[in-house]
């Protein structure tokens, strides 16, 4: 990995642009540097179709002169004094902001954690092809299953490295190793598709190509000749991987910045229930081998594992250095960087498991639409206003009865939030991670 990946070159980047904005003028600054390599292949009908090598290597500097800030960044450090130089004279020119300002040195990390985020190996071409190729070969296996959408397998390598002109400075380096496939069911215009992947950090912890196609194909060909459902109200429940769009409402909806531009329909809900007894929402920047795992912040602030929901009520704001001082609040480790600047939001988070499968779930509701696909956006973050199209399947006396299409959910996440029911089949590979969720009496939207 040490050819692929200079650590300590990098560090002497970011060390070297931090002394030049000093000495620019610059109050105080922070430089990220960011380097990386990518390989992705993607096959279709046994044949591979693209093989794709991507390499980054990037550095941001950050200036602050009183509460006048500007970033710039540059993807070769020639120049560093002509890049201090330039920034310093940006941030002179730019307006003032109140809240601007590097983390308080008391709240930086000083202990880095081991958090298992590098898997040493690193995958070939060829590894790549031979593992596209298998879970299109599996998909295709599958009874009804008529063509390939093209399946693909990949592997990243990334470097980060932040230094602050408050004396801190960290590293890390991590992986990540994917793969998916998409299995086409059906001929002409009554053909459905649908898709099933894996990522995870280390290799070994990845599914078999031959699951993840067969569960490609399988879902397609249970969308074959789906119904349009009559407008009416219904109980609906999202299987996990659909679920995972209500916890991406939710964390949008306490996110510190849209807290403190008041865009947020929960901005005045701390402390309150928000969801119905019982209901735990984790979020932890620690998880090993997670999605989004890290040591440090985007500015080096040190974190801790928040419960953001506890036993329904709202506990936390996910939180970044400017948005925590306009809310007058400590920030919470939750800065994300994006090259110019840091915002808010969430790391590993979870929507703890109830005590029900699936199959329980849908025996409990009776009767109702199972959602597996969910279309466009449609969410209002000032009113909680929610509809969104969505694909899935009819079931009666709990059990699965047709496959249908073309239906709009609609409803108000405040309402949905307190009438959720967790499942217990949590799907914990991802960043965001949530059981099969039920939700009672939603609006449905039909022919």
Known sequence: MSELIDQSELQSRAARLVAAARKAGADACDAIAVTGVSLGVDVREGKVEETERAEGDDVTLRVFVGKRTAAVSANQLDDPDGLAERAVAMAKAAPEDPFA?????DLLVKDFPELELLDTRELTAADLSEIALEAEASGLSVSGVSKSGGAGASWRLAGVVLATSHGFQGSYM????????????????????????DSRTFFGDLEAPAE??????????????PQKLSTRTANVIYESRAARSILGH???????????????????KM????????IQIIDDPFKRRGAATRPF????????????????????????????????????GRAHRSGSGTSPGATNITLMPGTKSLEELMAEAGEGLLVTDLIGHGVNGLTGDYSRGAAGFWFENGQVVEPVSEITIAGNLNDMFKRLVPGSDLD???????????IEGMALAGS
């Not at 994917?178 to 002409?188: L, P, R």
């Not at 993840?212 to 000749?225: D, F």
């Not at 914990?428 to 039920?438: G, K």
């Open 428 to 438: 914990n590979r991802y960043s965001a991670a949530t059981p099969s969720l039920m």
């Open 101 to 105: 300002g590097l983390a308080d040195q």
């Open 174 to 197: 991590s992986s990540r190793f994917g793969m998916s496939m998409t299995a086409v069911a059906g001929e002409g215009t009554a053909m459905e598709r649908d898709y099933d992947f």
């Open 250 to 268: 939710l964390c949008g909806s306490i996110n510190g910045a849209s807290v403190a531009r008041k865009t947020s329909f929960l901005k005045d």
């Open 212 to 225: 993840i196609g067969r569960r490609a194909g399988e879902r397609a060909v249970r969308r074959l000749n």
């Open 297 to 332: 912040d985007g500015e080096g602030t040190s974190a801790s594992v928040l419960n953001m929901v506890e036993d329904g009520v709202l506990q936390h704001w996910f939180l970044d250095g400017a948005s925590a001082r306009e809310l007058g609040l400590k920030p919470n």
């Open 271 to 278: 402390g309150e229930a928000i969801f119905a007894p019982g």
